[in-house]
C-alpha cells in the first residue's frame, strides 16, 4: 500500500536554484499539506489544501509555492533556495475532518549550499 | 508562547518502567488532539487519538484536561522499542490544521 509517496527523497540545492517536490497520495483524501522539519522546531505547516482546487497559507510560507494538481497530488515548489530552506520535508494527507487521522510521506531531505 | 508545548527531554527510562510525560496547548478552542510516534529520520505515524474521557490502547494511555488545556501521554512496563520522539498534535476544526508539538524524546535502556 503506497499510502503518501514524496519525491525526491535526497537533494542537494545550490543557492538560488529552484525545484519542486512532489507528492501524491492514493487514499481518496480531500485533504493535503506540506511541512517542514527542522531540529528543536518541530513540524511547521507551509501550505495546506483542503480540497482539489483550493490552498491555503500555514505558519511559514514564504519563499514556497503550491499545486494542487488533483486531488491525488500536492507540490511545493522553491522558487530561488536559501540556505534557511535546508530542513526535511513531510508532504501529508488526510479525510480532512477534524478528528480524522494524517498520514504522512518518508520525507525529503533538502539541502541547500 | 507556542502554541502546543512539549518537554523535549530526553526521558530516560529503564526497561519494564513507567514514563508519562504532558503536552500543554493554548488555545481554548482545540478541538481534537493526539499522540504521534516519530523514530529517527522516520516520519511521524498516528500512535493514538486522545478523547476526553481518556482512552487507553495497551500499554499507552492518553488523557486530556481541558480545564488547565493539557494532554498526557503514560507508558507502562516500557519496551526498547518505546525508543522514539513522541508528537503532541492539536487541531482546531476551523480550517482542518494540525498544530504539532516539538515532541517529546524518550529513550528506554535495558
Known amino acids: 500500500n503506497a499510502g503518501v509517496t514524496q519525491t525526491p527523497k535526497f537533494q542537494v540545492l545550490k543557492t538560488g536554484q529552484s525545484m519542486t517536490l512532489q507528492c501524491a497520495q492514493d487514499?481518496?483524501?480531500?485533504?493535503m499539506y506540506w511541512y517542514r522539519q527542522d531540529p528543536g522546531m518541530g513540524l511547521r505547516l507551509i501550505y495546506y489544501s483542503a480540497s482539489e482546487g483550493t490552498t491555503d497559507k500555514g505558519e511559514v510560507p514564504n519563499g514556497y509555492n503550491v499545486s494542487r494538481l488533483n486531488k491525488r497530488e500536492f507540490s511545493l515548489r522553491l522558487e530561488s533556495a536559501a540556505p534557511s530552506q535546508t530542513s526535511v520535508y513531510f508532504c501529508?494527507?488526510?479525510?480532512?475532518?477534524?478528528?480524522?487521522?494524517?498520514?504522512f510521506g518518508e520525507g525529503s531531505w533538502l539541502t541547500v549550499v | 508562547r507556542k502554541e502546543v508545548e512539549q518537554d523535549p527531554g530526553p526521558f530516560n527510562v529503564p526497561e519494564g518502567a513507567t514514563v508519562a510525560f504532558n503536552c500543554t496547548y493554548s488555545?481554548?478552542?482545540?478541538?481534537?488532539f493526539f499522540w504521534y510516534r516519530q523514530d529517527c529520520r522516520k516520519e511521524p505515524k498516528l500512535l493514538m487519538s486522545?478523547?476526553?474521557s481518556g482512552n487507553e490502547d495497551g500499554r499507552f494511555t492518553a488523557q486530556l484536561n481541558r480545564a488547565s488545556q493539557y494532554i498526557s501521554l503514560l507508558i507502562r512496563d516500557s519496551k526498547l522499542s518505546d525508543s522514539a520522539t513522541y508528537l503532541c498534535?492539536?487541531?482546531?476544526?476551523?480550517?482542518?490544521?494540525?498544530?504539532f508539538g516539538g515532541g517529546t524524546r524518550v529513550l528506554v535502556k535495558p
Open positions: 486522545v478523547y476526553s
Open positions: 498534535v492539536v487541531n482546531r476544526a476551523a480550517g482542518n490544521k494540525l498544530t
Open positions: 487514499m481518496n483524501h480531500n485533504s
Open positions: 488555545n481554548s478552542a482545540s478541538q481534537s
Open positions: 501529508a494527507s488526510s479525510d480532512g475532518g477534524a478528528g480524522n487521522t494524517i498520514y
